[in-house]
C-alpha cells in the first residue's frame, strides 16, 4: 500500500477542508467541493485528482512538487492541470519543467497562468476568485473564493412573473450580482496581507499563518521575515468576523502541545471558540 502524506481533514458546513502546513516543510491545502488546492509544496495521492491550483508564492515549502504533480497526471493519462502563479515565478518554473522534461524524458503539459494583485478568476457559474498582495519575503498572494448569485434588483420585487419576464426581453437587466466570501487564504504573510485586503476578516472561512507564538520571538523581527506571531492575532482579534480561523504553518521549533498552551495563555476562548489550531 502507498503511503499518504499526512492530510489533516475539517468539516465546516458543505466545505471540506483537508491539508497540512508547518514552515519549511510543506503546506498544501485542498477544497474537494470547490475543485481547487492552494500550494503545492507536498501532493498527497488523494489530492492528484484537483486540477486547478493556486500557488501563493515561489519559497519551496510550497512549490517543489509542481513537477510532481504535473508528471503524476500525465502518468496517469488526465488532463493536463491548471496552475496560477504569482507572474515573477512563471519564467523559472518553465525551466524547471523544461530541465526535468530532458532529464526524466518525459512531458511536462500544464497551463501556467500568471496573476497579479487586482485579478479575478472565474471557477465556475457560482465562484470566482480574487488576489490580493501579501507581505513576504518574494513576491506573494493572498486569495478570497467568492459565492456569486444572481439576485433580483429590489425595485422589480413587486412585480409578478410575466411583467419581469417582458422586461427581460426588452432587454432590461432585472437581476444584480451578489457575493459572499465563502474562504479566504493568506499564505505567508506579515499581518499588513491581512490588513490591506479587509475581506479577509470578513471571509466564512479564513486560513491565517501564524508561524511564531513564543513571548521570546519578538514580533518586530517577524514581520520583517513575512510573518505573523500571535501577538498579531491578538490585537486583531475584534475584527476577525470569520465563522472559522484556521492558523497554520507552525514553526517546527514548536512542538503542538507548546503551541496549545501558549495559544491558550493568550486567547482563552480560541476567539469564541472559532480558532483552530492546524497541528
Known amino acids: 500500500m502507498i503511503q499518504n502524506l499526512p492530510v489533516k481533514t475539517l468539516k465546516f458546513k458543505d466545505l471540506t477542508i483537508e491539508g497540512y502546513s508547518r514552515a519549511a516543510v510543506q503546506t498544501y491545502w485542498r477544497f474537494p467541493e470547490l475543485k481547487i488546492g492552494f500550494d503545492l509544496g507536498g501532493q498527497p495521492w488523494s489530492f492528484m485528482g484537483t486540477e486547478t491550483w493556486f500557488v501563493s508564492h515561489g519559497h519551496i515549502d510550497h512549490i517543489v512538487c509542481l513537477p510532481q504533480y504535473v508528471s ?20 523559472p518554473i518553465q525551466k524547471i519543467l523544461r530541465e526535468f522534461t530532458r532529464i526524466d524524458r518525459g512531458r511536462m503539459p500544464c497551463d501556467l497562468k500568471p496573476i497579479r494583485p487586482g485579478d479575478e478568476i472565474e471557477l465556475s457559474r457560482e465562484y470566482v476568485v480574487t488576489v490580493s498582495a ?14 456569486r448569485r444572481r439576485k433580483l434588483k429590489a425595485e422589480y420585487l413587486d412585480l409578478t412573473g410575466d411583467q419581469i419576464r417582458d422586461l427581460r426581453l426588452g432587454g432590461t437587466e432585472v437581476t444584480v450580482e451578489h457575493r459572499r466570501p465563502v474562504l479566504a487564504y493568506l499564505g505567508d504573510s506579515a499581518p499588513s496581507g491581512l490588513d490591506d485586503c479587509p475581506m479577509m ?4 472561512v479564513l486560513i491565517c499563518e ?7 520571538h519578538r514580533k518586530e523581527e517577524i514581520h520583517k521575515f513575512g510573518h505573523i506571531h500571535l501577538d498579531d492575532l491578538v490585537e486583531r482579534r475584534d475584527r476577525f468576523q470569520n465563522e472559522l480561523i484556521i492558523a497554520a504553518h507552525l514553526s517546527t521549533r514548536y512542538h503542538s502541545k507548546v503551541v496549545r498552551a501558549l495559544v491558550a495563555k493568550q486567547i482563552p476562548d480560541m476567539l469564541d471558540g472559532r480558532l483552530h489550531l492546524w497541528l
Open 72 to 91: 503524476r497526471r500525465r502518468m496517469m493519462k488526465m488532463e493536463p492541470p491548471t496552475i496560477y502563479l504569482p507572474e515573477s515565478t512563471i519564467g
Open 210 to 216: 501564524l508561524t511564531f507564538v513564543a513571548p521570546s
Open 134 to 147: 501579501t507581505r513576504h519575503g518574494v513576491p506573494s498572494l493572498g486569495f478570497i473564493v467568492w459565492n
Open 201 to 204: 476578516y470578513e471571509a466564512d
